[in-house]
């Protein structure tokens, strides 16, 4: 079965450097969350989109934004980098209606030296 | 406190016994209960989700929920080292504006020795 998809699966960057991450939800999925997991961590809820809409925000910080595109992709960009951006980045997908379920990609492991 | 607590482990069984991941939370609101497992540097994999009081059993999983003790487990029978991982419980709120996020707890160091 077709999963989530996530690109690049690693990204180096320097400090103040910008950074874009995307994700390709499962086929027919809506609903796509991003979720941050610093080392040793639990995963943090960043931000979410219903139909190319904001339909949640958490702890996203104002140098992140993000947007779910017509085919349901979504990318998060990220400006201004910190050291402390270096973390796992995981994109969920789920099908309206069925919210309950949110399935995890394979994440992007973002390191910023 | 976090809206979500486990031990963080690590709990460490035989193989062939019950493994027993335990979680509280402190959100009345939340309606949904999920259990995720993690290998190191991989995603979440979810395993089981409940949302009714009492019992849901697939294979060798069974999550318990108890909603007047706000409190979810999850039972590994048979533990087989490949369940070796940190088991992560999340919950859902039920209304609100934030219907849709999860929240995790810190997750639970389990290790299955042979």
């Known amino acids: 079965a077709a999963g989530v998809i996530q690109s690049p699966r690693h990204l180096i960057k320097e400090k103040r450097e910008t950074a874009t991450l995307k994700c390709y939800p499962i086929?027919?999925?809506?609903?796509v969350y991003w979720y941050q997991q610093g080392p040793g961590q639990d995963p943090q809820f960043l931000i979410s989109?219903?139909?190319?809409?904001?339909?949640d925000k958490g702890s996203i910080p104002d140098r992140f934004s993000a947007q779910q595109f017509s085919d349901y992709h979504s990318e998060l960009n990220m400006s201004s980098l910190e050291l402390g951006d270096s973390a796992l980045y995981f994109c969920?997908?789920?099908?309206?209606?069925?919210?309950?379920?949110?399935?995890f990609g394979p994440g992007t492991r973002l390191t910023v030296l | 406190q976090k809206e979500v607590e486990q031990n963080s482990g690590p709990l460490s069984v035989p193989e062939g016994a019950i493994a027993s991941l335990n979680c509280t939370y402190s959100?009345?609101?939340?309606?949904?209960f999920f259990w995720y497992r993690q290998y190191s540097g991989k995603s979440p994999e979810l395993i089981m989700f409940?949302?009714?009081?009492g019992d849901k059993e697939d294979g060798r999983f069974t999550a318990q929920l108890n909603k007047a003790s706000q409190y979810v487990s999850l039972l590994i029978r048979d533990s087989q080292p490949s369940d070796s991982a940190t088991y992560l419980c999340?919950?859902?709120?039920?209304?609100?504006?934030?219907?849709?996020?999860?929240?995790f707890g810190k997750g639970t160091l389990l290790t299955v020795n042979p």
């Open positions: 969920a997908s789920s099908l309206s209606g069925r919210t309950l379920e949110q399935f």
């Open positions: 086929p027919r999925h809506d609903t």
């Open positions: 989109f219903y139909e190319k809409m904001q339909s």
């Open positions: 959100d009345r609101g939340s309606q949904s």
């Open positions: 409940i949302y009714s009081n």
């Open positions: 999340a919950s859902l709120p039920g209304s609100g504006g934030s219907n849709y996020k999860l929240t």
